[in-house]
């Protein structure tokens, strides 16, 4: 079956812009997550979701939010865009809600640049 | 603080050899760990799953081993390939938050 899809896989924004990343889950998969991956902290927790509603959420500002759609496929999105916003997006799904015992599942990720 | 320290930070082995990478972890309370292998560019992919109550866990040439009482970990690989150089990454599940935390990797290159 189809794995867990991000799209775009690469872009480009300028410093201010905003930005919107979508991830298709595997399907029959109800729990869809974000992370950032940069090359000095590894992957970051930014948020899931389970069923349309945000179930955890990390450590950043409020200018990363995210939804989940009743398909489960979810966006995330990254308003005023800063340099240090310049990172690998991944999305990773799976059949549960908590990431606790559940095999994940990750896609290939969004490469995002901002300059 | 919940925490995950990987070592080495970089490996380079040659083909065909074994080798060991470390996992030391302050995640409390401890629900599960995790290896898994990203390859450059590629999302991570999932090697294996350990809970409190597992020591040893299998997947192919890699093997996973986890005191819980020392909280360390390890993955072994066996008789390594070219195409297992990556990076390795270890996770732990908070059983308290749900949350997973991820170790900064161990990048691995095999050389012919």
């Known amino acids: 079956k189809a794995g867990v899809t991000q799209t775009p896989r690469y872009l480009i924004k300028t410093r201010g812009q905003q930005v919107t990343l979508s991830c298709s889950p595997i399907s029959g998969h109800r729990s869809v997550s974000w992370y950032q991956q940069t090359p000095g902290q590894g992957l970051q927790f930014l948020f899931e979701y389970f069923s349309e509603t945000q179930r955890n959420k990390g450590n950043f500002p409020g200018r990363f939010s995210g939804r989940q759609f009743s398909n489960s496929r979810s966006e995330m999105n990254v308003s005023t865009l800063e340099l240090g916003d310049s990172a690998l997006y991944l999305c990773?799904?799976?059949?549960?809600?908590?990431?606790?015992?559940?095999?994940?599942?990750f896609g290939e990720g969004s490469w995002l640049t901002v300059v | 603080k919940n925490q995950v320290e990987q070592s080495p930070q970089s490996l380079i082995i040659l083909e065909g050899k074994n080798c060991t990478l470390q996992?030391?972890?302050?995640?409390?309370?401890?629900?599960?760990l995790r290896w898994y292998k990203q390859d450059t560019g590629r999302g991570p992919v999932s090697l294996t799953i350990m809970t409190f109550s597992e020591n040893t866990k299998s997947n192919g040439r890699y093997t996973a081993t986890l005191d819980a009482d020392t909280k360390q970990s390890s993955l072994h690989i066996t008789a390594s390939q070219l195409s297992d150089s990556a990076s390795y990454i270890c996770?732990?599940?908070?059983?308290?938050?749900?949350?997973?935390?991820f170790g900064t990797g161990t990048l691995l290159a095999v050389q012919p």
């Open positions: 990773a799904s799976s059949s549960t809600t908590g990431q606790t015992g559940n095999t994940i599942y």
């Open positions: 996992c030391n972890y302050t995640v409390s309370p401890f629900s599960n």
């Open positions: 996770v732990v599940a908070n059983g308290a938050t749900n949350k997973l935390i």
